[in-house]
């Protein structure tokens, strides 16, 4: 008797195990605060010190009692701005508010890239989602077994 296959293909839907808005607003504060932190420490991308300053750049910054490190704080706006600005709930987005602050961090962004997350980013962002999910984790459970939400 011959013998037939047949192969189905079923695709995974994740689309129902999205976070809630304020979640999401948690987990991407914890990101905007751990790139806010690494650039004020004048780190790179990859956790390892800033680029240097051009050399007048960094004669007028030290002049002026900044210090002459590649920390985004010339007049404190850059770093002041840079918040979520968009959240849904299964992203949040992090922009300036302001067209000049964004102009300034589009050229910085050139020279070297900060507005994005690195390993200990990444960790820092990973450990605030494990503890979303933990705090939902009894929440889910229970409305599971009654048949879907119950509210």
């Known amino acids: ?5 047949i192969y189905q293909k079923k695709q995974i839907r994740l689309d129902r195990l999205n976070f809630r808005q ?8 914890v990101g905007v605060a751990a790139v806010k932190n690494r650039v004020g420490a004048a780190l790179g991308p990859g956790d390892s010190p800033a680029k240097p300053l051009t050399k ?4 007028r910054k030290t002049r002026l009692g900044k210090g002459n490190r590649r920390n985004l704080t010339f007049t404190g706006d850059m770093l002041r701005n840079f918040m979520v600005r968009t959240v849904s709930e299964n992203n949040a987005k992090a922009s300036l508010s302001t067209r000049k602050d964004r102009i ?4 910085n962004q050139k020279i070297e890239a900060w507005a994005v997350f690195s390993p200990k980013n990444k960790e820092a962002v990973l450990e605030a989602a ?6 939902m984790k009894d929440r889910l459970l229970v409305e599971r077994a009654l048949g879907g939400k119950q509210r």
Do not use: L, T
């Open 1 to 5: 008797m011959p013998s037939v296959r």
């Open 104 to 107: 300034k961090a589009w050229v």
């Open 22 to 29: 304020n979640q999401m607003f948690k987990i991407g504060n």
């Open 56 to 59: 007048r750049y960094a004669i």
């Open 130 to 135: 494990r503890r979303v999910v933990n705090e």
